[in-house]
């Protein structure tokens, strides 16, 4: 299996709402991370798990949350967003002492945020 | 800190035809790790090819190859036989090595390439 499944495909909420992005992966991967995608533009870092533990944060507003329940699951959990943090969300994973393998994306969320 | 760098937004090929999209990079690191990765329109993002830094050979994968300047630190993908499904974004990254402890990937700006029929 080298896919990498993430729910909802799409997503509409307003800026009151709390909701969870899931990721999911059973290719044995030990780092999982999440990306925010503007149209058009690069993949912009926003978190890495290693080993289920938060490595790199980067500098993301609070109100994006994320959780690694294990080592096959990433969330990411939303709260109080703003319309401008409507984007694809995009989840991946690569090995963990070979991580030179490259990465795997999911297909992606895309978020609206009215 | 690493800087990936696409300096072609845009390019155009026609099918059945070869087109090579270029990347520059900078870094202080030896060893490292350089990637093309794919994503058609409102498609799934693939890993196209990679390259190890230490390794001289240039990587290939089927249609696709590399061309690997080290020295120069440039890391251009080369597309053979170009076909309708080729189109789409195509992005630069990086990566330290293993031993950085990180898992940090760097992306280019991406070059939207458009195979003609």
């Known amino acids: 299996d080298t896919e990498v499944t993430q729910t909802p495909k799409h997503l509409v909420m307003g800026m009151t709402n709390k909701k969870s992005l899931k990721c999911e992966q059973h290719?044995?991967?030990?780092?999982m991370y999440w990306y925010k995608q503007k149209a058009k533009k690069p993949p912009e870092l926003m978190f890495v798990y290693s080993y289920e533990k938060l490595s790199i944060n980067e500098s993301v507003p609070s109100r994006f949350s994320p959780e690694c329940p294990n080592s096959s699951l990433l969330n990411l959990h939303l709260h109080a967003l703003q319309p401008e943090d409507s984007a694809l969300y995009l989840c991946?994973?690569?090995?963990?002492?070979?991580?030179?393998?490259?990465?795997?994306f999911g297909p992606g969320t895309r978020l609206l945020v009215l | 800190a690493q800087t990936v760098t696409q300096s072609q937004p845009e390019m155009s090929v026609q099918e059945a035809e070869t087109v090579t999209l270029s990347c520059t990079y900078d870094t202080s690191e030896s060893n490292y790790y350089l990637f093309w990765y794919k994503q058609p329109p409102s498609r799934q993002m693939i890993l196209v090819i990679r390259q190890e830094a230490y390794k001289q050979q240039n990587a290939t994968e089927n249609r696709f190859s590399v061309n690997f300047q080290k020295a120069a630190k440039s890391f251009s993908l080369k597309i053979s036989d170009s076909q309708l499904g080729d189109t789409a974004m195509y992005f630069c990254a990086f990566m330290k090595g293993r031993t950085s402890g990180t898992y940090k990937y760097i992306f280019g700006t991406g070059t939207r390439l458009k195979v003609l029929a």
């Open positions: 991946a994973s690569s090995q963990g002492r070979l991580a030179g393998g490259g990465q795997y």
């Open positions: 290719m044995g991967h030990r780092a």
